[in-house]
């Protein structure tokens, strides 16, 4: 799949130099790792009968402290990827006895979403797989290099969140920036 991005970077410069002038290759390679990345989450969760929103919604409860419970707000402002259908994957998980829904005695309004013993054991078992092939994608860099990446994607992360504004926030398309 690189051969691929070579090609985009070739074909941008010989036919569109003013694009390849102005272009992040780095960028454009993040972009493709990522979408590699995220394609294998889902093909790994899939494979357990699960979406990535289900998997990302148990990860979120499981990373926090027993007895991994969350508001449905706390959940959507921790979870890594937003997921606009919560209710969905709420209720599709609770079908599933993946978690529990608890009267919230904070707010008579809304459940508390608790991960169960059957989503904990599960989540358990899906992790080290994913790890696993995490650890194959990177396998062609040494664990100084991956420190260094990670010190790079750190520092870009906080320079786009820049005095609590997101950045997506602050970013204009008018074509005149």
Request: charged share 25%; net charge neutral; proline share 5%.
């Amino acid at each position: 799949m690189s051969k691929g991005m070579e090609d985009i970077l070739r074909l941008n410069q010989a036919n569109w130099p003013e694009c390849a002038a102005t272009s992040f290759p780095a960028l454009l390679r993040l972009t493709q790792v990522n979408n590699i990345f995220i394609q294998i989450i889902k093909d790994c969760v899939e494979s357990y009968d699960l979406q990535s929103a289900d998997f990302n919604l148990l990860s979120c409860l499981r990373r926090n402290p027993e007895p991994y419970v969350l508001s449905p707000t706390e959940l959507y402002q921790s979870m890594l990827f937003s997921s606009g259908g919560l209710t969905k994957v709420l209720n599709r998980l609770q079908k599933m006895e993946l978690i529990e829904r608890l009267d919230n005695p904070e707010d008579k309004r809304s459940k508390l979403v608790k991960l169960s013993s059957k989503g904990k054991t599960l989540v358990e078992e899906i992790m080290p797989v994913l790890h696993k092939h995490e650890k194959r994608m990177l396998e062609t860099i040494t664990p100084e290099e991956l420190e260094l990446l990670d010190q790079l994607m750190q520092r870009i992360s906080s320079s786009m969140d820049r005095g609590g504004q997101s950045f997506l926030r602050c970013i204009r398309f008018s074509g005149t920036d």
